[in-house]
């Protein structure tokens, strides 16, 4: 019934017994091999103790830059991070509201349905329309604990061991991980600043292989900002269609363009893709709600229901106020986020101009999400006070160590060369961090 479409593990008629998360199904992340290698290590030394599958999971080495820069600044220190993946305002008050009262009234002292409040995925359905033009059963969206949970939930939906799944890289950090523990392998198609990274068909289609099973597709995307023409996201869903690949298409940072670039969701864009899409999304980018934790995910009925068989022994529902308040957020305007969207553009552009003062930087300007993405290599193996660094990795701890600025190195994206810096912070702090890093690396 579930005949390959679905995750084995997850389907409704899955198979007994669990098949092994194959080792080698680890990415090439310099750093997030390190961390298995440790992990790894601390498996073995602990053998049977901790799950192998479990024991190989890397560390999120961007929420690890932020951790350091906290400790850093705990000890006293002046860091400026430029390592947050979150929007730098409160959440909009008509929505804190909403939660408050939700908290003083019993009938959300309760469970709510797996689903999500019927409500909230009505309103998610509506939204839907009105944001990206896709049509959308409610029955089938399904609310998650944030964006991440959606994530982990379609991979686990789709992926049974042995599949591949193509990953363009540089990725966000979180990607390879659910697709290790569904004993995925991934598949990692990398993009470069030269085609402003985005991957091209051609790309696609020599990594594409009879295991291949899924793409995952984020535009605009993290780490790198980049935006993909709505031409080229029609020839992607439609190569996808033909070779019946699924589209895990993570639309979480759908208002956040600048510019000319504009979102456009693939399954609108290719409706044929529609029956092998699964649409990720969530409130904590657009309405600067990161940490209600509270997402969402559409998508075909049969993948819809094995994700909901298996967030109901997982996590059951969200929080019901935090869905409360996100009821709040899809139903309401979109003014605090144009709002937000202007502070970011200026910002884009101030890091933009500040960034290509460097000389040996190179940075494409950013054309959406909250950050830009140099490539650095130009700056790599070159003398700072005695110091050489020779990877990515190396050069943003020297920025630390030195000039107490946190930056993500490409390590954790799966390709050394780049940094992401957020510019999800006050101006102030934007100009004197990158001024610490002209004074550190030189300017142009
Ligand atoms: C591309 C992408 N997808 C999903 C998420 C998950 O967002 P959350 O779990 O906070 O809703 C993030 C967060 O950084 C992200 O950058």
Redesign the pocket.
């Given at each position: 019934m579930v005949s390959g479409r679905v995750g084995a593990r997850v389907g409704i008629a899955a198979k007994s017994g669990i098949p092994q998360a194959p080792l080698h199904a680890i990415h090439c992340c310099k750093i997030n091999r390190l961390c298995r290698t440790l992990t790894g290590t601390l498996a073995a030394m602990t053998s049977e103790r901790i799950s192998r599958r479990v024991g190989a999971i890397a560390p999120s080495a961007?929420l690890a830059v932020t951790a350091k820069a906290r400790a850093l600044r705990a000890a006293g220190e002046r860091v400026i991070s430029f390592g947050a993946?979150?929007p730098d305002f409160p959440t909009p008050e008509h929505i804190v509201e909403a939660a408050a009262a939700a908290c003083r009234d019993p009938q959300h002292h309760k469970y709510t349905p797996v689903g999500g409040l019927e409500d909230l995925r009505e309103a998610v359905a509506v939204k839907t329309r009105r944001d990206s033009g896709l049509e959308v059963d409610p029955a089938d969206v399904l609310i998650t604990?944030?964006?991440?949970?959606?994530?982990y939930n379609a991979i686990a939906a789709v992926v049974d061991a042995g599949d591949e799944v193509l990953l363009p890289t540089p990725y966000?950090t979180?990607y390879p991980e659910p697709i290790a523990l569904s004993g995925g392998v991934t598949v990692p198609v990398l993009a470069t600043a030269v085609s402003g990274f985005r991957v091209s068909l051609d790309q696609l289609e020599a990594a594409r292989t009879p295991r291949t099973k899924a793409l995952i597709f984020?535009s605009p995307?993290?780490?790198t900002g980049a935006v993909y023409p709505r031409s080229e996201i029609e020839q992607i869903g439609r190569w996808a269609a033909e070779h019946g690949v699924w589209v895990l298409t993570?639309e979480?940072?759908e208002h956040l363009t600048y510019g000319d670039a504009q979102h456009h969701s693939m399954p609108v864009v290719v409706p044929e893709l529609q029956d092998r899409c699964i649409v990720?999304n969530?409130?904590?980018?657009t309405y600067a709600?990161?940490g209600w934790?509270?997402?969402w995910m559409i998508g075909p009925s049969d993948a819809m229901a094995a994700a909901r068989n298996l967030q109901s022994h997982c996590t059951s529902n969200v929080c019901n106020v935090a869905q409360a308040a996100a009821l709040a957020a899809v139903s309401g305007p979109l003014d605090a986020v144009v709002e937000m969207r202007r502070h970011f553009d200026r910002r884009r552009q101030t890091m933009h101009r500040l960034l290509s003062g460097i000389e040996g930087l190179v940075c494409p300007e950013p054309e959406g999400?909250f950050y830009a993405y140099p490539d650095a290599s130009g700056l790599l193996g070159r003398d700072y006070g005695g110091v050489r660094p020779a990877t990515t990795l190396e050069l943003a701890d020297l920025l630390l160590d030195r000039a107490k600025v946190a930056v993500v190195p490409g390590e954790a994206f799966g390709a050394s060369g780049g940094l992401r810096l957020s510019f999800a912070l006050g101006d102030d702090d934007l100009g004197e961090g990158v001024g610490r890093m002209v004074d550190l690396l030189g300017g142009g």
């Open positions: 961007t993946g979150e604990n944030g964006g991440k949970h959606a994530v966000w979180t984020v995307s993290n780490p993570d979480i940072y990720l969530g409130v904590a980018k709600m990161t934790r509270v997402g999400a």
